[in-house]
């Protein structure tokens, strides 16, 4: 699996009465799609790029067969939305927090394993 770098803004959500916990935002646009994911064993944060005319279920299929590259579970059983989770201090969050996607200001760019 490759490592690739992506555009995204750090925000800090308040989580289970838990302050500043970290998470990045992709910057999406310019004909594709990115939707991240990240792993619920470890927390590596994976990319999918969608691009808009191709359908979501093929990539999905391709995932199977991949584990980890950082703690090795198989993926397909343990991706899971990111940053609606978050892995936070050994520990799996559900983040309610709404998510803003539209607005970008001091963005960096980070580099995180692609899904393809
Ligand atoms: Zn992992």
Known sequence: MKRQKFRFKKEFYT?????????????????????????????????EQIESKRKQNSD???????????????LVNNLVDYPENIFYENKLFKNNNEIDKIHFKNTEIVEVYSLN
């Not at 989580?15 to 927390?43: A, E, H, L, M």
């Not at 999905?60 to 198989?74: G, Q, Y």
């Open 60 to 74: 999905a299929e391709k995932m199977i067969d991949d584990s980890c590259p950082n703690c090795n579970v198989n």
């Open 15 to 47: 989580i289970d009465g838990i302050w500043n916990v970290p998470g990045y935002v992709i910057n999406s646009g310019y004909g594709y799609d990115f939707k991240t994911y990240c792993c619920k064993n470890c927390g590596e944060i994976f990319v």
